[in-house]
């Protein structure tokens, strides 16, 4: 479902003083719903619903993992790809505080901090990606292209299923 009022979100900024085209789809946000109930509530596959994950290594440098819906991040195999020791999630404060937005509303774009950003490669074999634009219960609809047009992008293979 579309509507007529566009947030006016550091993420949905960046995107329009880019000039990215995207559209604007919202849902009813549910508490650790994830992926499942936003692709349910839309209509569209969760393999193209695209999480954003704050993650940090052991030296508590933050980083931010686009991975599909449907699929998990293997922190290990990350970790091994960066060199480092090991990755984790962020707590929800944490994360908040890197980014700007609350758990649930994370968008990579328009972050308060910057951060290395790493792409599940598949990501780019889909036509169209549907990702948070900053709100709880709000994604926007970009090619995947848009991504490196926006972001210093680093494309990973650390998906694993659940």
Known sequence: MNSPHIPSTPAVLM???????????F??????????TSSRALGVNEHEVIKTLIMADEKASPLIVLMHGDLQVSTKNLARHL???????????????????????T???????????????SIWDLPHIYINGGRRGF????????????LPVTPVNVAITT
Do not use: W
């Open 83 to 105: 060199g480092v020791k090991h990755i984790e999630p962020c707590s929800a404060l944490v994360a908040q505080r890197h980014s700007g937005y609350l758990v649930g509303g």
């Open 27 to 36: 849902y009813t946000y549910e508490e650790k719903g994830g992926t499942a």
């Open 15 to 25: 995107l329009k003083a880019a000039l990215i085209p995207f559209s604007t789809h």
């Open 107 to 121: 968008s990579p774009f328009g972050t308060r901090k910057k951060m290395p950003v790493y792409v599940q490669n």
């Open 139 to 150: 994604l926007v609809r970009i090619t995947p292209d848009s991504l490196t047009q926006l």
